[in-house]
């Protein structure tokens, strides 16, 4: 079990907990389901795409893993483990890298101000 994985297995599985409670019986098996088949990955998933050609994990569950590995990357360059330096491996342009990384940041804003406003 990759352990990048294993992080990501719990993230869902805390989602599915959260829609089960809501009565949401549909969104908490498939995201518990994506949980199981992500976490027995020997690979570490780098993509909602990625892990969405694995059967069992559908779109809906894809775009929750696409937000919660942005999220990681951007608390990763926030708190000074990734620079935008990091970025540019790969064949990267500088202009491409930079997007990206603003990208990151914006999105890791946006998904905190939705978390703080959400109605409890």
């Known amino acids: 079990v990759h352990a990048a994985n294993a992080e990501l297995a719990a993230t869902l599985e ?15 098996r498939a995201l ?19 892990a969405g050609r694995h059967p069992g994990i559908g779109k809906g569950s894809a775009e929750r893993i696409d937000e919660y590995l942005a999220s990681r990357r951007a608390s990763e360059v926030a708190s000074g483990q990734k620079t935008i ?7 990267t342009d500088e202009a491409s890298a930079a997007s990206y990384y603003v990208n990151q940041l914006e999105l890791s804003v946006r998904r905190a101000a ?6 409890a």
């Open 14 to 28: 805390e989602a599915g907990a959260a829609h089960a409670a809501a009565g949401e019986g549909a969104k908490a």
């Open 32 to 50: 518990r389901a994506a949980a199981s088949i992500v976490r027995g990955l020997p690979e570490e998933v780098t993509s909602g795409k990625e």
């Open 85 to 91: 330096d990091d970025f540019l491996g790969g064949g």
């Open 114 to 119: 939705a978390t703080w406003l959400a109605p």
